[in-house]
């Protein structure tokens, strides 16, 4: 089979209107019936090319409204849903999400005396987030405790950002029990 340079003579454009607009045929049909004829075209082409010189469906495809398409796309998907919830479950590979246990910390939590929000906090206070007022979350509530300072290279103090308590918490330094 000799693959040619261009697809879109008008020989083929005239081709293509007969197959799409009076036949009725899909763009994978078409596809294959280029793919005789020696051309080697994908069926986006097809599609784009269809979409290009503003071809019609004939009446046949076009009686598919959007809803019916929509409504049997949501059917096939759901058969499809439960298959796959079928097979993993009949293969035992389905593994349902369990909580993690809270993570065990080596110093004790604070007492959450010194909770603050965000615009009252100061440097040297924790900004791990404990809660929400009236759940916003402009209204975030941080755990305020005093945090560890050390100097930098040009001798400042800084602060880090969060407590013992929930550095040993958020970062892998976690220990076990």
């Known amino acids: 089979m000799k693959i040619l340079d261009t697809v879109w003579t ?9 197959w799409w607009e009076v036949e009725g045929k899909s763009a994978p049909e078409i596809m294959a019936e280029l793919g005789q004829l020696g051309y080697r075209v994908t069926k986006n082409a097809v599609i784009g090319k269809v979409h290009r010189m503003r071809l019609v469906a004939p009446p046949a495809r076009a009686g598919l409204t959007t809803q019916g398409r929509s409504a049997s796309m949501k059917a096939a998907i759901a058969k499809r849903r439960e298959k ?11 593994n349902p999400v369990v909580p993690p246990e809270p993570p065990i910390s080596a110093t004790n939590p604070p007492k959450g005396k010194k909770a603050v929000l965000l615009k009252d906090s100061k440097a ?4 791990a987030i404990i809660g929400y007022i009236d759940g916003k979350l402009e209204n975030a509530v941080y755990c305020g405790e005093a945090t560890p300072a050390f100097r930098n290279r040009e001798n400042k103090i800084i602060h880090t950002s969060w407590c013992p308590y929930h550095v040993s918490i958020y970062t892998s330094e976690v220990r076990k029990r």
């Open 84 to 94: 796959q919830a079928a097979f993993l479950m009949r293969e035992k590979k389905f």
């Open 10 to 18: 008008t020989t083929n454009c005239e081709l293509l209107r007969n």
């Open 124 to 127: 040297g206070q924790c900004k």
